[in-house]
């Protein structure tokens, strides 16, 4: 039982690039969400899925889309990276939304150029 | 607007003394908290929750506090041990918003 895992664990991109961040979960949650992590600012949720084909924005979702094409999977996209989008992006999922606990994966460190 | 304040950034304490971390929140809806510890290069993981019909939770060492008229909790470990040391965000929810709003976190250092 993998839980959560996050693909790749680092990358470095320029300005204008484009790239995809994969999450996979292996304990069927219906829930999935996408923060971000910047010092002094915490954990900010940039969007989320309650389920398999549905995705909702967070808190901070400029500059990124998200899809949910399999109930396991939940990928964050960056169309033009940006400077201000480096940061340390985490994955969690969660059983429901009583059950408030999330499962968070390793997370992946971006820096962009 | 911040939702979820920890105020202190840092916290140093002595091993087998007591560490409390505190976290304030302005919205009246949030009735579930939660506490999270991370470790450097991991994902935060779980470690005590409390609903808003209660006042007190306990786990072991850890124990959870919360002052709804102050809008305040807090997270007592006792004793402190070097394994905490860590970074623990205090996170927030309203019933049914599918998601967590967390505070910036205070980073836990126990000395020997």
């Known amino acids: 039982n993998a839980g959560v895992t996050q693909t790749p664990k680092f990358r470095v991109l320029k300005t204008g690039q484009s790239m995809t961040l994969l999450c996979a979960q292996d304990m069927n949650h219906e829930y999935m969400y996408w923060y971000r992590q910047d010092p002094g600012m915490g954990l900010r949720l940039i969007h989320y899925?309650?389920?398999?084909?549905?995705?909702a924005k967070g808190e901070v979702p400029d500059g990124y889309n998200v899809s949910r094409l399999k109930k396991q999977n939940f990928l964050l996209g960056l169309e033009s990276a940006a400077p201000s989008q480096t940061s340390v992006y985490f994955c969690?999922?969660?059983?429901?939304?009583?059950?408030?606990?999330?499962?968070f994966g390793p997370g992946t460190r971006l820096t962009v150029t | 607007d911040q939702q979820v304040k920890q105020n202190s950034p840092s916290l140093s304490v002595q091993e087998g003394r007591i560490s409390i971390l505190n976290c304030d929140y302005t919205n009246s809806m949030f009735d579930y908290f939660l506490w999270y510890k991370k470790y450097p290069a991991e994902g935060p993981t779980f470690l005590i929750s409390?609903?808003?019909?209660?006042d007190k939770n306990e786990d072991g060492r850890f124990t959870v506090f919360l002052n709804k008229s102050a809008k305040h909790l807090s997270l007592h470990i006792v004793p402190s041990q070097p394994g905490d040391s860590a970074v623990y965000f205090c996170a927030a929810s309203v019933q049914g918003a599918q998601k967590l709003v967390f505070g910036q976190g205070t980073r836990l250092t126990i000395n020997p």
């Open positions: 409390i609903s808003s019909i209660k």
């Open positions: 899925s309650v389920g398999e084909g549905t995705t």
């Open positions: 969690a999922s969660s059983y429901s939304p009583i059950a408030y606990e999330q499962y």
